[in-house]
């Protein structure tokens, strides 16, 4: 596959922004993201981050607002829509990031579960043997979240928790977001500069 495919989920987890700045930086990498939105984000969207985001007629430019780029290319799905590419193994893509992922959507997934379209296209991905990187925000942890995380890791899923590192020496919350934002492009194999890297000098 010469074109990066992307799929990006964003569900019910704290941390909107990480999931909105990864799909800025996506799409400004000319990747071409396939978008689904839980109901739950919605929710979280719209106390964090002060954006109005409609499931059946989704708008990129209320979601990124002035940060929404030109380039890059969008495909969005209604997380109920079964019809949608990302819903087959027949439908190629270069990885499904959750980002953020609440622990209901991992728990679900760990337990092969497929009642929306987030849940099915990350099945997917892991019956495909393609990369799926899940972001979780929560803290603590019980033993049950970290179970599950164990379970997705031994399918073959990648766990990064929303956890920036500090010797890039922060001056901004964005400065954060992009270091977490920065490693999930690094397992995508998408090469982007908007953070520094441990060893070399920027």
């Known amino acids: 596959m010469s074109e990066k495919v992307v799929v990006v989920a964003m569900t019910g987890a704290s941390g909107s922004l990480y999931g909105v700045r990864l799909l800025q930086v996506l799409l400004e990498a000319d990747v071409q993201v396939h978008l689904i ?33 030109a380039t890059g290319k969008l495909v969005y799905h209604h997380y109920r829509d079964f019809s949608a590419g990302p819903a087959s193994g027949s439908f190629p893509t270069s990885g499904m990031v959750i ?12 337990s ?48 990064l928790p929303a956890m920036p590192g500090f010797y890039q020496r ?14 999930i492009c690094d397992q995508l194999a998408i090469p982007v500069n908007i953070s520094s890297r441990w060893g070399i000098e920027s």
């Open 112 to 159: 092969g579960l497929s009642t929306n379209l987030i849940q099915r296209a990350a099945d997917v991905h892991l019956k495909e043997r393609r990369k799926l990187i899940v972001v979780p925000r929560e803290t603590p942890l019980g033993l049950i979240q970290l179970r599950n995380m164990t379970a997705l890791t031994e399918s073959g899923a990648v766990v």
């Open 37 to 69: 939105i839980s109901p739950s984000a919605v929710e979280v969207f719209r106390r964090e981050i002060d954006r109005e985001i409609s499931l059946n007629s989704f708008e990129l430019e209320r979601l990124l607002g002035a940060a929404a780029p």
């Open 99 to 110: 980002c953020p992922c609440s622990m209901g959507t991992l728990s679900a997934i760990a």
């Open 170 to 183: 922060p001056e901004r919350i964005e400065d954060l977001i992009d270091f977490v934002v920065l490693r």
